[in-house]
């Protein structure tokens, strides 16, 4: 299972339309509450897998119903829209809250690949620098620009998040990875935990 996250219009249902059906439409609504999509693909080991791909609403309102879904994914596409700053900065904050709810069975941090939406527009308003800065403060797998218009990138950045979550080394030329490790984090944190017990109160 794969959730899609990030603030309201940023293109979250018309990704995965354009991933499971190749398709776009200009007349979609802001999602309520979830929605969700079936694909089967093959991954780059050619295994035939069914993917669940949930579409979480960005309304704030949805916030409590839409959290439940988090506890069953197995990767994450958080994308933004890369004409608004406004869900650029938001990022932070979905982020956050994704870690703090959900962790992979060995307690690392949950694949989560960057994705910045509508690079079709003219002009973006974040930078490719603070991407990547992003990307690597927070510890997403890797980041990429994509057009859910024309489908630039879309089955490409997909594949990359599969590819992590499977244990398989992702590589796309268009993907810009990032060189920390998912547990680095996770290893951060456990020893400032143990920093924590070792200091007398």
Known sequence: MVIVIGDTLVGKTSFIHRYVNNGFRVDYKSTIGV????????????????????????????????????????GCVLMFDVGS?????????????????????????LPCILVA???????AVVSDTEIQ?????LFFVGWTKVSVKDGTMVKESMSYLLDTVLGLSPRSPNIHSNSISLSAKTQEENSKKDQRKSCSC
């Open 35 to 74: 929605d969700f999509a079936i694909k089967q693909v093959v991954t780059s080991s050619n295994k035939n897998i069914k993917i669940q791909l949930w579409d979480i609403a960005g309304q704030e309102r949805f916030t409590y119903l839409t959290r439940a879904y988090y506890k069953d994914a197995r």
């Open 85 to 109: 700053a406004a869900s650029f900065h938001s990022v932070r904050k979905w982020k956050a809250d994704l870690d703090s709810k959900v962790r992979t069975d060995n307690g690392s941090l």
């Open 133 to 137: 800065l992003m990307c690597e403060e």
């Open 117 to 123: 939406n509508k690079c079709d527009k003219v002009p």
